[in-house]
Every structure is written in structure tokens, then in C-alpha cells.
């Protein structure tokens, strides 16, 4: 019931175009659901989060998508960019802990 | 600092030995976290300090395992009699008092046991 489900495991998506990556969780005592970037020798950077009561959150080319009813949440990131190649995380937020999906490896062509 | 620092970023251990891990938390940060990274895994929990009080250890893999932050502020991580299943990236992150208050991480440990 702890668990955080991410999809997909890699991902790779050309120069400009949008990626897609997408959680799932069982717990509805989680109330808040950030997303992480971590870069190799780097620890996770917060890169944008949710409340439940909200169904969307867009800031810059970042958008989180919030499906209470389903308990899915996913990651939009527009016009995609080298520099975007990274790691990301889904995680939910319990009290005070953090349980993070187990990631994806994001790869964008030039 | 303006972010969470860890020291050292890397330790190379023999089987056997103890090691302590250090992470100074930003600055005014009443809540400290440390998480255990697997490689190609996501972070997984540890153990939660409130100011120096240590609310929650349920994470902590085994006995050998010890955290402390004796005045609120620096932590240290310890693990006694080291194993290679304890080979991870040991990251800190520390939010402010208020819950859901964003984590943020230092860049972690690498601690590899030979």
C-alpha cells in the first residue's frame, strides 16, 4: 500500500517533442506528490509538485496531470531538450516521508 | 550553506569497518531526512529527525545502522561492521518545520564496501 508504481522503466523521446511518464499509487493518506530530477553524481532537485485537490499544475514546460479517482499522476514535459536528459522521480508524501517510484531514464535526441 | 552538503562524497570500505556520514542540512531547517539510493533504484527512507529528536527509524536496514543529531543542526549517519549489501548512495535532505514543505537533497554519499 506504500508503493509508488512508475512507467515507464526508460525513455526516449527526440528534440522538441513531449515526454510522458506516468505513477500510480495505492495510499489515499498521501497529500502531496512532487517530482524529482536527479542528474548522474547528483542527488534528486525538486523540479515541480502537487496537491490532491488540484488536477493540474503547469510551470514553464513542466506539467503534472492528477487523477484522484484513478490515483495516477504523470509528468508532461513540452518541447522537450538535451538538457532534460535525466533520471526523474514520482514520489508521495506521507506525514513527513517521501516513497519514490523507482524511475525513469529519460534520453532526448538532439 | 545555501544547500544541503554531505561529506565525504565518496567512501571505500572494507568489509568489517564502520563508517560515519556526515550531511549539514540548509540552514534553519528544523526536519532532516536520510535516504538509502540503490543504484539504478529510487530513493528509499531511512529515518526523520525533528530538531535533535529522532521521530522515526523505521527505514533503518538493521542494528548496525545509527543516526544522530545531537543540536538540531549536523547529522551523522553511522553503520557499524559494514556489509557489501550496504553498498548505496546515503542521501540527506532536510525541509522546514511546516509539513509537506518540499525535501531538498544534497547530493549524497557513494559508500562502496569491498
Known amino acids: 500500500q506504500q508503493q509508488v508504481k512508475q512507467s515507464p522503466q526508460s525513455l526516449i523521446v527526440q528534440k522538441g517533442g513531449i515526454s510522458i511518464i506516468n505513477c500510480a499509487y495505492e495510499?489515499?493518506?498521501?497529500?502531496?506528490f512532487p517530482w524529482y530530477q536527479q542528474f548522474p553524481g547528483k542527488g534528486p532537485a525538486l523540479l515541480i509538485a502537487i496537491r490532491p485537490d488540484v488536477s493540474e499544475k503547469k510551470e514553464g514546460r513542466f506539467t503534472i496531470s492528477f487523477n484522484k479517482s484513478a490515483k495516477q499522476f504523470s509528468l508532461h514535459i513540452m518541447d522537450s531538450q538535451p538538457g532534460d536528459s535525466a533520471t526523474y522521480f514520482c514520489a508521495a508524501h506521507s506525514s513527513y516521508k517521501l516513497i519514490f517510484g523507482s524511475g525513469t531514464r529519460l534520453l532526448v535526441r538532439p | 550553506g545555501a544547500g544541503v552538503s554531505q561529506s565525504p562524497r565518496y567512501k571505500v570500505a572494507k568489509r568489517g569497518q564502520d563508517v560515519a556520514l556526515r550531511c549539514d542540512p540548509i540552514?534553519?531547517?528544523?526536519?532532516l531526512f536520510w535516504y538509502q539510493q540503490a543504484l539504478g533504484q529510487g530513493p528509499e527512507f531511512l529515518t526523520y529527525?525533528?530538531?535533535?529528536?529522532?521521530?522515526?527509524k523505521s527505514g533503518l536496514p538493521s542494528d548496525r545502522f545509527f543516526a544522530e543529531r545531537p543540536e538540531g543542526s549536523v547529522s551523522t549517519l553511522k553503520i557499524q561492521r559494514t556489509q557489501q549489501e550496504d553498498s548505496a548512495v546515503y542521501l540527506c535532505a532536510s525541509s522546514q518545520a511546516r509539513s509537506n514543505q518540499p525535501q531538498h537533497f544534497g547530493d549524497g554519499t557513494r559508500l562502496s564496501i569491498l
Open positions: 540552514s534553519g531547517h528544523v526536519s
Open positions: 495510499n489515499t493518506a498521501f497529500d502531496y
Open positions: 529527525f525533528q530538531n535533535e529528536a529522532q521521530l522515526d
